[in-house]
T-cell receptor, first 113, second 111 residues
Framework: DTEVTQTPKHLVMGMTNKKSLKCEQHMGHRAMYWYKQKAKKPPELMFVYSYEKLSINESVPSRFSPECPNSSLLNLHLHALQPEDSALYLC????????????FGQGTRLTVV | QKEVEQNSGPLSVPEGAIASLNCTYSDRGSQSFFWYRQYSGKSPELIMSIYSNGDKEDGRFTAQLNKASQYVSLLIRDSQPSDSATYLCAVTPRYGNKLVFGAGTILRVKS
């Protein structure tokens, strides 16, 4: 089973809204990731959690707030976003360390209006 | 210099031909190398991983790694129209449990 599940698939939110993206995996992976992908661009890393602790924050604005409540779940809390934050948000998971394969969820298509 | 570089394409090949996709990386200490396929509007799908010099074959796909030249390639034999997608090269750098992606190569297989 190489499934990573993201909800919702689509989200439209206003600039004053608060919303959350959710990600779940049951592969026993202990590393989870958030990536952001704009149209015709490669995925860009936002955050990495290893063993439920934030290990990498790629200088992401504070209007994006990640949370890893347990080893299977990863959330991304959104607040006061801008229209330029509209993108495909991808969650991925892998084992911790080198030579490990990362698997992506189907993504959440976010539109900020 | 970008960490991972790919020719953006599009690379056009006829159905049944071999498609050759290339990638170079700058961090000589990089350990792990991956190819992902991404259809328009979908998420990346892992198709090949390679960790040591040489070739690795899986069905119609062959990944090749040359660490001395800092070069990774993907060969797709007997290309099919369904192979038309963007192919992303990804590298795990020496430090950091993360993937760094190239810009991706658009492949078009014409029937």
């Amino acid at each position: 089973d190489t499934e990573v599940t993201q909800t919702p698939k689509h989200l439209v939110m206003g600039m004053t809204n608060k919303k959350s993206l959710k990600c779940e995996q049951h592969m026993g992976h202990r590393a989870m990731y958030w990536y952001k992908q704009k149209a015709k661009k490669p995925p860009e890393l936002m955050f990495v959690y290893s063993y439920e602790k934030l290990s990498i924050n790629e200088s992401v604005p504070s209007r994006f707030s990640p949370e890893c409540p347990n080893s299977s779940l990863l959330n991304l809390h959104l607040h006061a976003l801008q229209p330029e934050d509209s993108a495909l948000y991808l969650c991925a998971s892998s084992q911790v360390g080198q030579n490990t394969e990362a698997f992506f969820g189907q993504g959440t298509r976010l539109t900020v209006v | 210099q970008k960490e991972v570089e790919q020719n953006s394409g599009p690379l056009s090949v006829p159905e049944g031909a071999i498609a050759s996709l290339n990638c170079t990386y700058s961090d000589r200490g990089s350990q792990s190398f991956f190819w992902y396929r991404q259809y328009s509007g979908k998420s990346p799908e892992l198709i090949m991983s390679i960790y040591s010099n040489g070739d690795k074959e899986d069905g119609r796909f062959t990944a090749q790694l040359n660490k001395a030249s800092q070069y990774v390639s993907l060969l797709i034999r007997d290309s099919q129209p369904s192979d038309s997608a963007t192919y992303l090269c990804a590298v795990t750098p020496r430090y950091g449990n993360k993937l760094v992606f190239g810009a991706g190569t658009i492949l078009r297989v014409k029937s």
